[in-house]
Every structure is written in C-alpha cells, then in structure tokens.
C-alpha cells in the first residue's frame, strides 16, 4: 500500500511500541544492550554508537520521506558532510560545490578537507554548462548541490547536473536543507545521495541539532553505515526523538513557511529600500522555471539586498524585533541575519564570499501581518 507524504511523516519507522502499545517510539536511552549468549545480541542491537532502536526509527521515517532506500542520522549536518565526503572520496579527487556554498560547507572543504589532500573548486550550479567546465575527468568525485543555494537562492538543474555527474563517474550530493523533502526530493531527479541539517525544517522548533544522508544505493548506504560507525558521530537518542517528534508536523509547516514568505517577498518588492529580492518564487527569479518543475512550492526563506550597502543591512537586522537576530533557520520562529557578517563569514575574502548588502529571512510560522509589520518598521529610515 501507498502512502502519502503527511501519512509517511507520522507513521514511517515509527509504529506502536511492541510491549507496551506506545503509540510514540520511546527513547532508548542506554549505552549498551544486554545480549543472550557470547555474539547473540538481540535484535541486532550490541552498542548504541553503532545502532539504537529511536534513532533507526528516525533513519526509517527520513529515508521514506526521501524516496530513499536507507538513511543515516548524524550528530550534525557537518557530521554528515565530513562522513560522506570521507567515505567516497580519496587525497587527489576533487570536489564541485556551489559558488555561494553555505560557509560550514565551503570551511569544511577549504580548512579541513584541503589540508587532508581533497582539492575542489566552484561553479554556478545554476548553470550546467558552468559546472561541466569546473568538473575534471578522472578526478571529480563528487559535483555538490545546494538548492536552494544557501544564501542567495539559486536553483540548479537536478536531472541535468545528475546526467553530468555520472557521465563522469562523480556522484551528485544534494543539500535539501532549504527545500526539506517536503517541497523537493532530489532522489527522484537522479542524485545519489541527499544531505540535510535536521537541525533546520526536518526538527523545525530551533530545539535539537542533527543532520542525515540518504540514498537509494544499497551498496553505497552499507559503506556510509560502517563509517557512522567507525567514525562515531552519530544522533543521540533524545536529538532522535525531538527530530523525530518535529518531522510529524513538517508537512503543514512547510505550508504555512511558504505561505508567510510568499507575503515578505510580496512586502519586500514594493519597499524603496530594497534593491532585490531573491526567492524562487519569483517569475523574474532565473531559476524559477526548474524550481517549478522540482519543487511543491518554493520555500520559506528569503533573501534581499538592502539600498545603503553594508551599513544598512546590518541596522535593518539590528533593529529586526518579531524576526530574531540569529544564526540558523527553518524553526516555527522567524529569524533574519547578515550572512557576510554571521553565517557566511568564513568565506571572507574567497570566491565564495556573499554580497555584504545581503539580509537573510527564515521566515517562520507567525501571523504573517505582523512579520509585515517588523520589516516595516526595521527599514524605516533613520
């Protein structure tokens, strides 16, 4: 039997506890499991860094919302990028990755994984043909995706760039944190393996940080497993739970985040303040028409550019109210932040580096007049 996406978010991985009838999957806290003679464990379960009965049943429920045929849960989404890259790739490959990359990304690659031997380079992953000059035959591993690009919401082509990866052998990561897999599933369009920071809209309450991959390949999902393990940084039981307990209301979350940004950017394209407004949703946006074809709707963040340049854009965050000043995104809560300033300061001075005129919305699930309203009175003049 077919499920729906809502039905799936509730039920996947998570039916009612065997002994009891717990309708909500218990959290298993405990380090280790008692086994029924010497290399008999119960049910498979030994250790809990290597499996644990509350985060299998967020692996499940991620994994199904994905399309995909196994998911691993991660202490973080840097955690899940630093195992997936260790995994599939070797000193001397070479990596793709969006030319407005988030900074944790571009850091993890330039002062961790550099040093380690992996070298890579960015392109406009809005444009295949950019993509297909910055790959390199024979050493490009892995081309990796963010779309929405965090910040400034550029789109790529999933169908395109996945017939580009694997022309070459490389592997097409995609980060679906902006979309979550509710308005987008990146599997379907022919990527090999989904990134997310559950931390975002998957947890959606700014309460429990964790991240995940998916895949649809077996094999490729068997290797990631054994390097969670080895590795060691894996979602804790409690993180499982709380991740698992936000994934249940995504779907009309994500409704009313889109809903809630479609009356920004509506609000944002008249005020004279604003020099330009980027959000997919937009049909002036380049990307709009491949965002359609992707994606349900078209996300709940927003970014715009503030006339005054980088003066401006930081007093219009500093005197923000209702939207909170802060790192991160996608929770019930708005919040608004300078990237070049917060998020995105570790590319500084790289080819990575965002507009310094550039604000960015999460735009969370409050009454959307008064969102309104606090932008209204953060771009008042002086």
Known sequence: MTFGFETLAIHAGQAPEPRTGAVVPP?????????????????????????????????????ALEGGRAALAFASGMAAEDTLLRT??????????????????????????????????????????????????????????????????????????????????????????????????????????????TTKYLGGHSDVVGGALITSDTSLGERLAYHQNAMGAINGPFDAWLTLRGVKTLAVRMERHCDNAERVVEYLLAHPRVSQVLYPGLPEHPGHETAAKQMRRFGGMVSFRAVGGEAQAVAICNRARLFVLGESLGGVE?????????????????????????????????????????????????
């Open 334 to 382: 708005s919040l608004i932040e300078h990237p070049g300033r917060m998020t995105h300061a570790s590319a500084a001075g790289s080819p990575l580096e965002v507009p310094a005129d550039l604000v960015r919305l999460s735009v969370g699930i409050e009454t959307a007049d008064d969102l309104v309203a606090d932008l209204d009175q953060a771009l008042r003049e002086d």
């Open 27 to 63: 959290i298993f806290q405990t380090s280790t499991y008692a086994q029924d003679a010497v290399g008999e464990p119960r049910q498979g379960y030994e250790y809990a860094r290597t499996a644990n009965p509350t985060r299998d049943a967020l692996q499940e429920c991620v994994a």
């Open 88 to 197: 599939v790739c070797r000193p001397g490959d070479h990596v793709v990755i969006p030319d407005d990359a988030y900074g944790g990304t571009y850091r993890l690659l330039a002062r961790v994984a550099e040093p380690w031997g992996l070298d890579w380079s960015a392109a406009r992953i809005s444009d295949v043909d950019a993509v297909r000059a910055a790959v390199r035959k024979g050493q490009t591993k892995v081309i990796w995706v963010e779309t929405p690009t965090n910040p400034l919401l550029g789109i790529a082509d999933l169908s395109g760039l996945a017939g580009l990866a694997h022309d070459i052998g490389a592997l097409l990561v995609v980060d679906n944190t902006f979309a979550s897999p509710y308005l987008q599933q990146p599997l379907a369009h022919g990527a090999d393996v989904v990134v997310h920071s």
